[in-house]
């Protein structure tokens, strides 16, 4: 199946990481923090640029020549606060921090530390606080003149970015005027002498009694109709350094944020009371992506980022699951995350951002954090927690004997004829750390009986080089290697998938010539050397070619000459199935190799005129189809070979959600199309494995991670593996 259908299955996966780490620049400037000095609004909106704008209680102000910032308190216990985010230089071993300040009649609140003061944070390449934060600046209470304070400390090893943030903290009254924030990388001897605080010595906060409306919402104007009375940006609203607008569309305010460069994050920032007793939180939003390149980690996407705080103000892990938008929506959607929320938590600290992207805008309207049943959630806590479950050793008097072709059929080599029935696992071909495989094989071959399992892997991954992974590979060979033994040590048999797709390239042929190695003396496991050729001729599936390929697609390749378009296409030599299986046998290795056709791994009809593969002295060589709801002709596309090859239907299955890619007239009723597809495949004998064994990569077999089948696939699938009988009642 194609790639983009286990998207969504990538995203809701995403939730592991919740990395906050900006690169950090090599030509550092004399000061870290640009506009320190607040002089310049070069967009005119009547705030400095590069500083956020608090929501309430804050001005630009201008004396004489020179402009500053002033916070002021207006009600009893309000936190006036300028959020910043800096990245650290490389090689920074500590830092100067230096504000000017002016004080008028600050009423400490109901702690000696709720006043005037710039809270700084170290944060790693994760987005994680680093403990303990460093010592605040405080500013006397009512210094009546300006007055310079700074702060020197050690940045710890694995800081990436500097939280700074200026403000009255939970005061009764009082303004806060600053100017000249200067950052500077310092001599570490320098900072040596002032050690972190102790513990406690950071502000503590409590619940809050109750939400702000009776539906359960915690937070106001989340539909950004509201401005606030002293800017131009919705009430109650952090707004952004830069990239951040309000707009206006069909009678309804949102804002908008916007990728200025590569890398660039573009972040409101909102910290968010939660109630007293409050178990479990529901954010959901509105939201409209386009024109979105995500950035070279997958997680670098557009995403309402959460941390829960505690009554310190310290980051409380694991953060809960971002609510994440990885491609472009076409139009708004809605969409929500419902998360458990620890005992001492006291503040959810919500950022919509872009976080690191290429470029992309993010538009966010009706943003709501309300409280939610807690049940459903423990329920499904308990749930996954039953499903990540330790690898198995190897039990080798259990594993199965290794096949050969002969004719149309599979043999031991006691000559017992076995037919590989089973199903697809699928997510090591998006996620290099899969979801569930281990627990998800045991309940493939004990409970659905299956004895073969399609095994989707990718080379990226293999060797390492994927998206999120930093340990060679290591990890992914072993998951992939436990999924194995898991499979192995019941007796079954493992199709090992490399899932790629259009033409084999030469990294396929390196992948293989170590995945044959490893498995070479291993009974259970097959090789399905390349997922789905397709957009080649017969010659170049079997001998290699060249493949030709268009670079990128735009709009504006609508004014390019005809010159211009070729330039834009590029291609790459492809070594063609034949070196696959070459690179395979050349390593000793014997085992039997699926070989899928052309049309996404349908059409098998060049292997019937003379594009066989030469199986070069291996135990043989099987050719697979994958059949889905629209695809026709089975007697000239599969049949034509049944009595002359043996054939694996490696991926096949219907749904009852139309597959966009494809003309929804053209996707037969599950319900007609299942039975008849089962049996086809029993009347000839063919082996197969059904596609998918994951409650997200469609066509599902399963509907969710109790593995209840799907009424219109994965029923019937699990009946045929049963022994229940199927008639074909006509070809499609
Ligand atoms: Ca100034
Ligand atoms: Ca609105």
């Given at each position: ?168 903290f939970q005061v009764e009254s009082g ?381 504006e390749d609508a004014f390019l000459s ?34 899928g056709g052309l049309d996404w791994a ?131």
């Amino acid at each position: 199946m194609k790639r983009s259908i286990c998207h969504f299955a990538l995203l809701s996966s995403l939730l592991l990481a919740l990395p906050l780490g900006l690169h950090a620049q090599s030509d550092a400037p004399p000061s870290l923090a640009t506009n320190g000095n607040f002089e310049n609004d070069q967009k005119g909106v009547g705030w400095p640029d590069d500083w956020s704008r608090p929501n309430k209680g804050a001005s630009w102000e201008l004396d004489g020549e020179n402009h500053f910032i002033r916070l002021r308190a207006e009600e009893p216990g309000q936190t006036v606060l300028v959020h910043r985010i800096i990245p650290i230089p490389d090689g920074a071993k500590a830092l100067e921090i230096s504000v000017r300040g002016r004080t008028t009649n600050v009423q400490k609140g109901s702690q000696p530390w709720f006043d005037a003061r710039v809270m700084i944070n170290f944060k790693d390449k994760d987005g994680h606080q680093l403990q303990p934060a460093p010592k605040p600046i405080v500013f006397s209470t009512d210094s009546g003149d300006w007055e310079t304070k700074s702060v020197r400390i050690l940045v710890p090893e694995d800081a990436v970015n500097l939280e700074l943030m200026p403000c009255l903290f939970q005061v009764e009254s009082g303004t806060l005027d600053l100017d000249d924030v200067v950052i500077q990388v310092i001599d570490p001897a320098g900072a040596q002498a002032q050690a972190p605080p102790p513990p406690g010595a950071s502000p503590p906060m409590t619940r809050s009694p109750k939400p702000l409306t009776p539906q359960g919402d915690l937070i106001s104007n989340g539909n950004f109709e509201a401005l606030s009375p002293d800017a131009r940006w919705p009430d109650g609203w952090n707004r952004p350094a830069t990239g951040g607008s309000w707009q206006e569309e069909a009678g309804t305010h949102f804002v908008r944020l916007e990728s200025g460069k590569p890398g660039d994050t573009v972040l409101l920032y909102r910290l968010v009371p939660i109630p007293e007793g409050t178990e479990a939180l529901e954010i959901t939003t509105r939201a409209r992506v386009s024109d979105l390149k995500r950035g070279k980690e997958p997680w670098f996407d557009a995403r309402i980022m959460a941390n829960f705080k505690d009554a310190n103000g310290q980051r409380i892990d694991p953060a809960p699951t971002p609510l994440n938008f990885a491609s472009n929506t076409e139009g708004w959607k809605t969409r929500s995350v419902r998360f458990l929320v620890p005992r001492e938590a006291v503040a959810l600290e919500l950022m919509p951002s872009l976080f690191q992207v290429q470029s992309g805008r993010f538009d966010l309207d009706e943003i709501t954090v309300r409280l939610t049943d807690p049940q459903p959630l423990h329920a499904e806590a308990e749930l996954i927690k039953s499903l990540n479950i330790d690898p198995e050793p190897p039990r080798r008097e259990k594993w199965p004997e290794a096949l050969h072709v002969v004719g149309t059929k599979l043999y031991t080599p006691g000559n017992r004829e076995v037919r590989l029935q089973g199903v697809n696992v699928d997510s090591l071909e998006y996620l290099a750390t899969g979801e569930h495989v281990l627990r998800t094989l045991q309940v493939a071959v004990d409970d659905w009986k299956a004895n073969c399992i399609r095994l989707p892997v990718r080379d990226d991954f293999w060797f390492g080089t994927g998206p999120g992974q930093h340990d060679g590979g290591v990890a992914y060979r072993k998951l992939v290697d436990d999924a194995i033994t898991m499979v192995a040590n019941r007796g079954a048999y493992v199709l090992l998938d490399l899932h790629r797709f259009r033409a084999p390239r030469e990294e396929h042929v390196t992948f293989w010539k170590e995945a044959a190695k490893k498995y070479k003396d291993h009974g259970a496991v097959l090789f399905d050397i390349f997922n789905e050729p397709h957009g080649i001729s017969w010659e170049v599936w079997r001998n290699g070619g060249y493949v030709e390929e268009k670079k990128q697609a735009g709009d504006e390749d609508a004014f390019l000459s005809a010159q211009e378009k070729q330039k834009l296409r590029s291609g790459f030599h492809s070594p063609g199935m034949q070196a696959l299986v070459d690179a395979i046998r050349q390593v000793g290795a014997k085992n039997i190799i699926a070989a899928g056709g052309l049309d996404w791994a349908y059409d098998l009809s060049g292997i019937a005129e003379g594009y066989a593969l030469d199986e070069k002295g291996g135990n043989g060589i099987i050719y697979s189809t994958h059949i889905y709801n629209w695809k026709r002709d089975w007697a000239g596309k599969v049949l034509v070979i049944a009595d002359r090859y043996p054939i694996i239907v490696g991926e096949c299955g219907a749904d009852p959600n139309k597959m966009t890619f494809i003309p929804a007239e053209n996707q037969e009723d599950p319900y007609t199309w299942s039975p008849d597809m089962l049996g086809l495949i029993q009347k000839y004998q063919f082996q197969w494995t059904a596609f998918s064994f994951h409650p997200k990569c469609t066509p599902i077999l399963i509907l969710d991670w109790r593995y209840t089948p799907s009424p219109f696939w994965g029923q019937f699938v699990k009946d045929a593996l049963a022994g229940k009988r199927f008639e074909l009642k006509r070809l499609r």
